[in-house]
């Protein structure tokens, strides 16, 4: 009996560890394939995107629902976007996040306020939101190095433009007419940026406080009558709702 004890012992022994290392190696390739299917798996919800490259390059965007792609050679493409919403006391937020799923429904993006200087050389200052969406997603993405920057900057540009061409009066009484200038304007040039252009909105236009306020504002008098309107605050007013 313990000549046969000191046989199967040892045979028991690597047995054992024959069976951990088989347990530990299969744990190991678990977690191997459950974090390839991490990496190669996205599900897509609707209305958005992501956009897919492999060894560095574009490759695919991918559409809702399952999407498999190959793991180590295919990764998703991280964005830095600044996306703007207006809150519940109608005040425009500012939020800017790193994400890999691109939104394609329609968003607001806020232009600074900026002061600008009409014909007459009167400063006013200008608040402007853009609603638009996410059209083309790879144009969006490698067409332009900083798209956030480049809108913001197209818009500040645009702005003094459109203010350098009329006179207060005529800025204050235009509202609807440089919304749609401006959004035919930007809607070519971000046409080429993947990003279509719904509206254009000016929230807040109002003269810069200061010494030619007054000044100005007597011009907008003078010229009320030709513009039809009782008085030049009125227009102020309905404009600043």
Do not use: C
């Amino acid at each position: 009996m313990n000549g046969t004890a000191g046989v199967t012992a040892p045979e028991e022994a690597s047995t054992v560890e024959t069976t951990i290392v088989a347990v530990v190696l299969s744990l190991v390739a678990l977690v191997v394939i459950i974090l390839l299917l991490r990496k190669s798996v996205f599900i897509v919800k609707q209305a958005e995107t992501i956009a897919i490259e492999r060894l560095g390059r574009f490759h695919r965007i991918l559409e809702p629902g399952w999407n498999w792609t190959v793991p180590l050679l295919d990764a998703p493409r991280t964005l830095v976007w600044r996306q703007s919403y207006i809150n519940s006391r109608g005040r425009v937020i500012d939020d800017q996040t790193q994400f890999v799923r691109v939104d394609l429904r329609e968003a607001v993006f806020n232009f600074p306020r900026q002061e600008v200087y009409t014909r007459d050389t009167v400063p006013m200052t200008v608040n402007a939101v853009m609603y638009y969406r996410i059209k083309d997603v790879q144009a969006a993405i490698y067409e332009i190095e900083d798209l956030t920057n480049a809108v913001q900057n197209v818009a500040q540009s645009q702005l003094k433009e459109v203010f350098g061409r009329m006179t207060m009066a005529e800025a204050l009484a235009s509202q609807s007419a440089i919304n749609e200038h401006m959004r035919r304007n930007f809607a070519a040039v971000f046409a080429g940026w993947g990003l279509e252009v719904h509206r254009i909105e000016l929230i807040d236009l109002k003269p810069l406080e200061g010494s030619g306020t007054a000044r100005a504002m007597m011009e907008t008098d003078q010229k009320s009558t030709r513009l039809n309107l009782q008085s030049p605050y009125d227009l102020v007013f309905r404009l600043l709702l």
